[in-house]
């Protein structure tokens, strides 16, 4: 080698000599000569070759702190830094005090991953005793190898330290990690997988399996490059003269590439930082963190790291927990994040298991609406009309449970109820399109129907099947891990769904005060309907309403029709048409309790941020985009075009125009392929142009939802809820209405005969 080397061009080795940090003061002294290429270094490519630990460290403390990682691997990287530093300095005076930093470092940060390792899953008091403990046997390494200054004590020490942190790393993966070892209590631990779909199990049983895979390529990779540092060291202890006598023949620099120390430390640097990523991604999976963050390690020739997915960085936190708010002068725009996590996964509000509907329709209309809403949700999962799962997608079925329950052979069924006073409309139902979806014991229904009657439904025909119907809620409602809440679909003009409706709503909210209730209430309309009773019925339910509802979105029969004549071009709308602009702005409303996506909300978070008093809960709603049938291949939808059509009257589901009063607060849901901060900045554009139509009272009061997945036949769309006093005219015009029959006491006595306590009062 070194005459292979001899007939290249070099500079000959100067003898050694002193330099600046002369003499040398440490126990160990290795083959590279001193003080040969500056005198201002004693073992220049021992010490250069630091860097590398260094340049590594500060990479890794850097991903840290971005990434959010454990605090714990914030402290290694420290470490790591810490003992590339001593080392450096070490190399280059030969003094015994930075020999000490070099080598204990080494010993301390090793502690530190047996720390991380070995308190993964244990209390407190364990954490606690292990960390004394940990710390002990430091300081015993400590006092001891300085009193024997023997370095083969502090390379067995290291040595057995790395090896019991590898091997107990290595366990505790394959424990948790590999489908066949797992254990039912780790199985129940975690939140995804309890009560979960199975085929989202077997989907994560196969991720797991790939990231095991990548994970012993990955530790198989790095001790390789470890322990081949040590061999090359070993060799450089062992045939010293013989190297030094090579690299004299050969000259500098190519002599250089014979410093065996200075590979070693190129090699175990690469190595330590192999496995101290490694550890971190260990830490995550164990967290069941992997849908929110992810090991980048494209091939063998670049060094890996773990970062956050782009959905779960653009909500600004693992947790999902956090609120990004908008860049400067945004003024009121609020956007609420969360995104899908995983032993954290309890704390986020994304989280499948605690985002769980139960869903309840009565009456005719209620029930039609609900069929219309199923048959359109069905259609976003990948479900044909029998609950079979026929879709391509695996986040079609990432939250299947927050509506369906899985039966049997890849069938699932809608956590619903459905109920009405006479059997027509189940009938009607049974043998629509997607009858056979819902389970038969959830038909609920009685024989003589309320006829438009609201005290019918509530005192007596509806008194008599509201037990039968709770027990169905109270088994649907027990079959759920972490119920969120319950949502019913009612008009508020019919007997059933007025009457009967708001006696369900008062009752569940009886049993379970603590879940939401979120309501789809059909105002009625002379428009529509025929039925002269229903300004009655409206308003005996609206009482009901502002006492036991959290969220009522309003759906106005009137807003419905003038939107099917005006802007649907529809000569003679029928109910189905009417049925399936409410279908699309409940899939709407309910698209981020459904899908993931960058930023979500759900029931509980809108009503906090939606509800500035608790009776002040009725909202307008309004979906975009509505065009002709034989306009749409004329125009290419933009978010500068939902926006404004969402804040467009004639696009809202109820007759109020928003000009004449205030929003207190409002939200929108965009979907598709939508640039998070073009809709900020239209949110924004929208606001500043309508700011006299928004409290100031109220900052931050326009909430944004964002979900990638766009609705059948779209490429994107936006659903708007808004809580605007305007309301009050959707109000006003049904007391007006119910004034001036109730003046003259018309049909009154329909009511008093059904024993309504004390008629009505005003």
């Not at 930023?599 to 509505?626: E, I």
């Not at 804040?647 to 205030?662: E, L, T, V, Y």
């Amino acid at each position: 080698m070194a005459a292979l080397f001899s007939r290249l061009p070099s500079i000959p080795y100067p003898p050694e000599q002193d330099g600046w940090f002369s003499p040398v003061t440490s126990t160990l002294d290795w083959c590279e000569e001193n003080y040969v290429v500056t005198h201002y270094a004693a073992e220049i490519i021992n010490t250069l070759t630091n860097l590398l630990f260094m340049y590594l460290a500060a990479k890794g403390i850097r991903n840290c702190l971005k990434n959010g990682h454990d605090t714990v691997f914030l402290v290694v990287f420290i470490g790591y830094l810490l003992v590339g530093s001593g080392s450096f300095l070490f190399h280059a005076t030969l003094k015994y005090p930075m020999q000490l930093v070099d080598e204990l470092s080494m010993i301390y940060t090793t502690c530190l991953m047996n720390f991380a390792t070995f308190s993964y899953g244990k209390s407190r008091l364990y954490s606690t005793i292990l960390a004394i403990g940990l710390v002990s046997l430091a300081v015993f390494i400590t006092l001891y190898y300085h009193y024997l200054q023997d370095p083969s004590f502090h390379q067995n020490a290291y040595a057995m330290l790395t090896a019991i942190v590898l091997f107990r790393a290595m366990y505790v993966m394959e424990v948790n990690m590999r489908p066949r070892f797992r254990s039912k209590e780790r199985e129940a631990a975690n939140p995804r997988r309890k009560g979960g779909v199975k085929a989202v199990q077997q989907r994560e049983d196969q991720r797991d399996q790939e990231i095991l895979r990548t994970m012993w390529t990955m530790i198989g990779f790095g001790l390789s490059i470890f322990l081949g540092g040590f061999g090359v060291w070993h060799l450089d202890n062992e045939h010293c003269t013989q190297l030094v006598q090579w690299r004299r023949e050969m000259g500098m620099p190519w002599g250089f590439v014979l410093e065996g120390h200075g590979w070693w430390h190129l090699m175990t640097g690469t190595g330590a930082y192999f496995y101290i990523v490694w550890g971190v991604w260990l830490r995550h999976c164990l967290n069941y963190r992997q849908d929110e963050y992810e090991l980048v390690w494209p091939n063998i020739w670049t060094m890996p790291a773990v970062v956050k997915r782009q959905s779960a960085a653009a909500t600004g936190g693992a947790s999902g927990r956090g609120k990004k708010e908008s860049a400067a002068g945004a003024g009121q725009q609020r956007a609420i994040g969360c995104i899908q996590g995983h032993d954290e996964i309890a704390k986020q509000t994304a989280n499948d298991d605690s985002l769980l509907q139960v869903h309840l329709q009565t009456g005719q209309c209620g029930n039609q609406i609900g069929a219309a809403f199923w048959q359109t949700i069905s259609g976003e999962h990948g479900l044909d009309g029998s609950g079979v799962y026929n879709g391509t997608s695996d986040l079609q079925l990432e939250r299947m449970n927050v509506y369906f329950n899985e039966a049997s052979n890849n069938k699932f069924v809608p956590r619903a109820v459905l109920v009405d006073l006479e059997p027509g409309t189940m009938d009607a139902v049974r043998a629509g399109p997607f009858g056979q979806l819902f389970r038969p014991d959830n038909f609920v229904f009685g024989q003589s129907g309320a006829g438009n009657n609201w005290a019918k439904g509530h005192y007596t025909e509806g008194a008599e099947l509201v037990d039968q119907v709770l027990d169905v809620v109270r088994r649907e409602a027990e079959g759920c891990d972490c119920l969120q809440g319950f949502q019913i679909t009612h008009s508020l003009g019919g007997g059933t769904g007025a009457g009967m409706g708001t006696l369900l709503i008062s009752k569940i909210r009886e049993e379970f005060p603590d879940r939401m209730m979120a309501t789809y209430s059909v105002v009625p309309s002379p428009k529509v309907s025929d039925t002269v009773v229903e300004p009655y019925n409206a308003t005996l339910s609206i009482h009901q309403l502002v006492e036991n509802s959290d969220e009522t979105f309003c759906i106005d029969n009137e807003a419905l029709y003038d939107i099917c004549m005006r802007t649907l071009k529809l000569n003679n709308p029928s109910y189905g048409d009417l049925n399936h602009l409410v279908s699309a702005v409940m899939s709407g409303v309910t698209t981020c309790l459904r899908f993931p996506g960058q930023l979500n909300s759900d029931l509980r978070k809108l009503a906090v941020n939606m509800v500035p008093f608790p009776r002040l809960h009725f909202f307008m709603v309004g979906f975009a985009p509505l065009t002709s049938r034989g306009a749409h291949s004329f125009r290419a939808v933009t978010v500068p075009e939902l926006t404004q059509q969402m804040f467009d009257p004639k696009n809202m589901m109820a007759a109020s125009d928003f000009r004449n009063g205030r929003y207190l607060t409002c939200s929108a849901y965009f979907r598709g392929k939508v640039s998070m901060k073009e809709v900020e900045d239209q949110m924004r554009n929208v606001q500043n142009k309508n700011s006299s139509y928004f409290v100031e009272w109220i900052p931050n009061n326009v909430q944004t939802a964002l979900c990638s997945i766009p609705p059948r036949g779209l490429k994107m769309s936006s659903t708007f809820v808004g809580n605007s006093t305007s309301i009050q005219e959707l109000f006003k015009r049904v007391g007006d209405q119910f004034t001036a029959m109730f003046r003259r006491k018309a049909f009154l006595h329909w009511y008093t005969g059904e024993a309504i306590p004390g008629g009505f009062r005003l």
